[in-house]
């Protein structure tokens, strides 16, 4: 989607600030913030790629003034209620009112070790060949959907060459809305940067994107 | 909850990493407690949780990748190719980390890391990102004015030094190999590791030199 996570090329977003020394987390409650995502995560209800649209979906406002972990939280909350874990009048109320749906399964301490060791790994095999191959020119198309893809907007309608096929991996345009996973083979596409950003471009910068295979036509 | 404002001007009023601690605990503490209560998280799991990321998982796992590919051509060759099980070998595996791909500095081309769309980071080698890799500057601004970005890091390039950006947009995470620094010869990967910070492997930073390490 258009939406305000796509910030490649934007402008006005100010310097950027290297903090020295910059601690892991900055706030007790980033800490928590942090394992409860994880924790919930765990249950199985939603995919990573529904947890990215529920970010890229809060308001333009709410997103661009928050801190990361706050992205998150708020994310967490609609997928939470989503689900049927809880209630809005118990993220309100700040206890629990009924006893709501019961997960997949719950990450208890002895379990963590093994599932960060695991994480979720998302290649998948598919039947047909690569439809592109390395050094072939192809155009990124041109959608602009309202639902999550990973296709950025700076990058779309643009000419550029397929480097490598990266293999094949869960389709995150239909992973995140309950789809299916239907992988498709996954290219790293790379565009001079005066396809992307016309006369004004740096001469020596090339950039490149990691590409679905459905995000591509040929040339 | 009330909403937040974006507070400036509380002593750190150029910086995007004001937190709003007030708001946020409250809104967090209210939201463990609930999942506590149902029973749907373990607040133990969380502590196991944060204490991976601040004392096991970090940029030293990704400073000994550096360090072996510096000293180990045979292993350099396979960081190239497979990264995923070269990296695997030495121990670092898992979330954020299930497919890796590093990307070798050159005299020709410097290399740069940014995801434009949310803030991937290649978790297992480097551990949890930095505020300003997630920020809205950094991530609107690598890919359209990289020089720009660099420089503000204190990096400044020489002009025919080519720059490739890599959009993290998919579920690889990369990593950047800087080049070994000069008077490092019969240097071993401890020593060699050292020289290897958490920003070259970005594309942020370079790695530091042996002098400047001292």
Redesign the interface.
């Known amino acids: 989607m258009n939406g305000p996570h796509d910030l490649g090329g934007q402008h006005g977003l100010g310097p950027v600030a290297p903090e020295k020394d910059e601690p892991c987390f900055h706030a007790e409650w980033e800490k928590r913030a942090l394992g409860i995502t994880l924790s919930c995560g765990a249950f199985g209800a939603w995919t990573i790629d529904e947890s990215r649209h529920a970010r890229e979906t809060l308001p333009p406002a709410t997103y661009l003034a928050a801190s990361y972990y706050e992205i998150w939280i708020r994310a967490l909350e609609k997928l939470l209620k989503r689900h049927g874990f809880v209630t809005q009048a118990e993220l309100d109320g700040g206890q629990m009112l009924e006893k709501g749906r019961e997960p997949k399964r719950v990450l208890k301490a002895d379990m963590v070790a093994g599932a960060l060791a695991r994480g979720g790994p998302c290649d998948r095999a598919v039947d047909a060949p690569p439809r592109f191959v390395a050094g072939e020119t192809v155009r990124t198309r041109n959608f602009h959907p309202e639902t999550h893809t990973r296709l950025p907007r700076y990058a779309r309608a643009k000419v550029g060459v397929v480097e490598a096929v990266q293999g094949s991996f869960v389709f995150p345009d239909d992973n995140a809305h309950g789809e299916g996973e239907n992988p498709q083979w996954l290219y790293t596409v790379v565009f001079s940067a005066s396809e992307i950003w016309g006369e004004s471009a740096d001469p020596t910068l090339t950039v490149s994107i990691d590409a679905w295979e459905s995000y591509l036509e040929r040339v | 909850?009330s909403?937040?404002?974006?507070g400036h001007g509380e002593g750190h009023d150029?910086?995007?990493?004001?937190?709003?601690?007030t708001d946020?605990?409250a809104?967090?503490?209210?939201?463990?407690?609930?999942?506590t209560?149902?029973?749907?998280?373990?607040p133990?799991?969380?502590?196991?949780?944060?204490e991976?990321?601040?004392t096991k998982?970090?940029p030293r796992n990704g400073a000994r990748v550096v360090a072996k590919a510096w000293s180990d051509p045979e292993f350099a060759d396979w960081l190239k190719r497979d990264a995923t099980a070269a990296i695997a070998s030495l121990g670092f595996?898992?979330?954020?980390?299930?497919?890796m791909?590093a990307v070798f500095n050159t005299p020709d081309t410097h290399n740069l890391i940014?995801c434009?769309?949310?803030?991937c980071y290649p978790w297992?080698v480097l551990?949890?990102p930095?505020?300003?890799y997630?920020?809205?500057?950094?991530?609107?601004?690598a890919?359209?004015?990289?020089?720009g970005?660099l420089a503000?890091?204190g990096l400044e390039l020489p002009?025919?030094?080519?720059?490739?950006?890599?959009?993290?947009?998919?579920?690889?995470r990369y990593l950047v190999v800087p080049e070994r620094p000069e008077g490092t010869d019969g240097f071993d990967e401890n020593a060699l590791a050292n020289l290897v910070t958490r920003?070259a492997m970005i594309g942020?930073g370079l790695a530091l030199s042996p002098v400047g390490a001292r």
Request: net charge negative; proline share 3%; glycine share 6%.
């Open positions: 909850m909403e937040h404002h974006h150029h910086h995007h990493h004001d937190n709003h601690f946020m605990e809104r967090v503490k209210a939201l463990e407690t609930v999942l209560e149902k029973g749907l998280i373990d133990a799991a969380i502590d196991a949780i944060v991976t990321y601040e998982v970090g595996t898992g979330r954020q980390g299930e497919h791909r940014v434009t769309l949310c803030s297992a551990g949890l930095p505020v300003w997630k920020a809205p500057a950094y991530r609107s601004r890919v359209i004015d990289p020089r970005v503000e890091f002009a025919e030094k080519k720059i490739r950006v890599w959009d993290s947009t998919a579920e690889l920003d942020t």
